[in-house]
């Protein structure tokens, strides 16, 4: 007699979830000192929000990032991407994403970091599904430049490439 498993489900029931700032994390790599050096850090997400819709490409997702959580576990080096020559935390204490459509494991949308907006394109893994909540991976690669940190150009890495692990709660 054979027994029929069921699949667990990879797309969240329908409706808004607030993202679980304390389950989430958005980290980076990049390279440093003419490249030949790597650096690892993190930034923390303020909040945000999911809409799951039907169909699916017109759900929507907002995430607040703070700016002046830029860590790498160097003092020095974190005080100074967070001041005015590079994040300008101070005056944008908050990065934000908003996306503008969801098809195929890719999410689009906007980014804004100093002030400035560019499109960004994430790469997603289909997510891990529970009743009330989801956690979803995502990756990207961000040219800092494009956003106008251009400060220590050669000597900072230009590319930063992200990873967020981002979990959703139904309240």
Do not use: K, W
């Not at 069921?6 to 993202?19: D, F, K, N, S, V």
């Not at 699916?56 to 990032?65: F, G, N, Q, R, T």
């Not at 503008?100 to 907006?117: A, C, K």
């Amino acid at each position: 007699m054979e027994t029929r498993q069921e699949r667990p489900a990879t797309t969240p029931q329908l409706g808004r979830y607030e993202i679980d700032t304390g389950g989430s994390a958005v980290t980076f790599r990049t390279r440093h000192l003419f490249g030949l050096a790597p650096v690892r850090g993190t930034f923390a997400i303020r909040a945000g929000t999911v809409d799951v819709a039907e169909p699916l490409p017109d759900s929507a997702v907002y995430a607040e990032i703070d700016a002046g959580s830029f860590r790498t576990g160097n003092l020095a080096r974190d005080a100074s991407v967070q001041s005015a020559r590079f994040l300008d935390a101070a005056r944008h204490p908050v990065m934000t994403f908003c996306s503008e459509r969801i098809d195929d494991g890719e999410l689009t949308g906007t980014l804004t970091v100093r002030g400035v907006t560019r499109p960004v394109r994430l790469t997603v893994e289909p997510a891990d599904v529970a009743p009330r909540s989801f956690t979803v991976r995502a990756a990207t690669r961000i040219d800092r430049t494009e956003f106008g940190v251009t400060a220590s150009r050669g000597l900072a890495g230009r590319y930063l490439d992200l990873s967020l692990e981002v979990r959703c709660v139904r309240r």
